[in-house]
């Protein structure tokens, strides 16, 4: 059984249907890239697999359960560009927002709290930097404590909304190899991302996404173009397809 | 008039009026100091504006009945933030817009009703820009009460309502009820609004919650130290303020908030860090060549 798993989604949006009939597993150690065009519905089923979004149809299993959130282990990491990047905090206080909701009213952040705060903060290289305003931190070094904030639930499902966008080439290698390392030690990672070539290069697994998933398989058993073009809506002279042929 | 001086007025038995003010002016400040780092921080200013001018109606209401100004104005001023709140979640529209709306409908809903009122335009005045004459001893109480509660709320609450400044999409994700975070918050600013409406007044009194927030966040870095700042700030230019308006006779609300106004001023140009003549002492620019 997979710790992550999406049955028959359908996710309808002011009377429009985004996702239809989306079948999505992802294991323990797996980091899955899902790539799709824009609006092809990647943020969504995200948000869907959190329950931000009221599904239609089918249901998102964690553990083999209903996902409630506090209650399962998901960890969510969204696009930068939703943080409020000039709020005086520091790194190892933005990270602790990660466990609000396991913190309820009443309880200020405890020992084990902060031990989870300290680990996650280890964790992603930023440990020198914890007492740091976010405010004066690079892209990069950004996206590193979004993902601390996320893993400070100690989640074993990560999700990834983006994490490359606007970062330079050597960041995202960085951040690719960061990736890589927390599925493997025993996470389920699932990562919405523009960058092809890197998600073929790293990811252990593709999943194609246009309102429905196109295809599904490890990056070697995608290298017959007809899924591509069928996500991508392009013809056969692509440049896309020409890059995969490369590759 | 020396400070002496004014110790001697505040102690006075014919002047209770003057510690009473005082006071209520402290705490004001202090509590608006607090409350308006979330103000500051999420760029609320406007919905703080809007809140200030809805408690209106509540104020003329609670006047012409003769009833508790506290309570009528928390209870408008709570009914127009639900209000905003709710008509927000429309997308067609932006909240400012629903803001701009509500808040002038209610601000001239109390006009017309404080018109009814007999000796109407002395009132409207004392309203509009404070007053420090003429508060009962209970309303005193009520705003001691109040405050300390709403501090206790802010306590309890303050983790909550950073995770939701911060970035929304991970709040809701988190499991935080987002939509009823907004409405404590707008609650909170509401009540630290009518408790300090009657010496500040209407219009003045969002200066108590801005400014002391804005010049707190010019001179740190460190949340913590923000929200301690904030409400020193607030509370010693209360004082100052008083003093000032005293020894002067010039109109009370008006006095703190250029005190306020001042220390901002002065916070924008000397801030350790980022004060406009401080990084122009550390780092001579071009207009300023080394010579030598």
């Not at chain 1, 966008?165 to 599925?183: C, K, R, S, V, W």
């Not at chain 1, 309102?211 to 056969?236: K, N, Y």
């Amino acid at each position: 059984m997979s710790v992550l798993e999406v049955r028959g989604v359908t996710v309808g949006l002011g009377g429009r249907t985004v996702l239809r009939d989306i079948d999505l597993a992802v294991d323990l150690g797996e980091l899955t890239g899902l790539i799709g065009p824009n609006g092809a519905g990647k943020t969504t089923l995200l948000r869907s697999i959190l329950g931000l979004v009221r599904v239609a149809a089918g249901q998102v299993l964690v553990d083999g359960r209903p996902i409630r959130p506090r209650r399962s282990p998901v960890g969510y990491v969204p696009q930068r560009h939703e943080f409020a990047w000039d709020f005086p905090i520091s790194v190892e206080n933005a990270v602790m927002t990660g466990r609000s909701g396991l913190l309820g009213l009443f309880r200020r952040p405890g020992v084990a709290d902060w031990r989870a705060v300290g680990e996650s903060i280890e964790r992603v290289g930023m440990g020198e930097l914890a007492r740091r305003p976010v405010g004066e931190l690079s892209g990069g070094q950004r996206q590193r404590v979004l993902v601390a904030r996320a893993l400070a639930l100690q989640p074993r499902v990560l999700l990834l909304d983006e994490p490359f966008t606007g970062l330079d080439l050597p960041t995202q290698e960085l951040l690719t190899g960061l990736f890589l390392e927390l599925a493997r030690e025993g996470r389920a990672v699932l990562m919405t991302t523009h960058d092809l070539v890197g998600a073929l290069d790293t990811c252990t697994r593709i999943a194609l996404l246009n309102r429905t998933i196109v295809a599904d398989a490890p990056p070697s058993e995608l290298l017959d173009p007809e899924p591509w073009m069928r996500a991508f809506g392009v013809s056969e002279t692509s440049p896309l397809l020409k890059i995969l042929k490369v590759m | 008039m020396s400070i002496a001086e004014f110790l001697a007025d505040l102690t006075n038995p014919d002047l209770a009026f003057l510690p009473k003010a005082l006071l209520i002016a402290v705490m004001s400040s202090v509590v608006c100091g607090v409350v308006g780092c979330y103000v500051v921080l999420r760029g609320m200013a406007f919905i703080g504006d809007a809140v200030a001018h809805a408690v209106f109606p509540g104020l003329a209401v609670a006047f012409v009945l003769q009833g508790s100004l506290v309570v009528g104005g928390a209870v408008a001023g709570v009914l127009t933030a639900v209000l905003v709140a709710v008509f927000a979640q429309n997308r067609r529209l932006k909240e400012d817009s629903v803001i701009g709306v509500f808040y002038v409908a209610s601000f001239a809903l109390g006009i017309v009703i404080i018109s009814q009122a007999p000796g109407y335009a002395g009132s409207l005045q004392q309203f509009l820009f404070g007053s420090i004459t003429g508060i009962p001893d209970e309303d005193l109480y009520t705003a001691a009460i109040t405050g300390v509660l709403l501090l206790g709320a802010v306590l309890l609450l303050h983790q909550q309502f950073v995770t939701v400044s911060l970035d929304r999409e991970l709040a809701r994700a988190v499991g935080l009820r987002v939509f009823w975070l907004d409405i404590a918050l707008y609650v909170l600013v509401t009540v630290a609004i009518v408790i300090s409406v009657q010496t500040i007044g209407n219009i003045l009194v969002l200066a108590l919650l801005v400014t002391p927030a804005a010049a707190a966040r010019l001179l740190t870095d460190r949340l913590g130290a923000m929200m301690l700042l904030a409400p020193a700030i607030g509370g010693s230019g209360a004082v100052v303020g008083l003093y000032l308006s005293w020894s002067y006779d010039l109109p009370v609300g008006g006095t703190i908030v250029l005190v306020l106004a001042t220390v901002f001023l002065l916070a924008w140009l000397f801030a350790p860090c980022h004060g406009l003549v401080t990084k122009h002492w550390r780092r001579p620019g071009i207009e300023a060549p080394a010579t030598g």
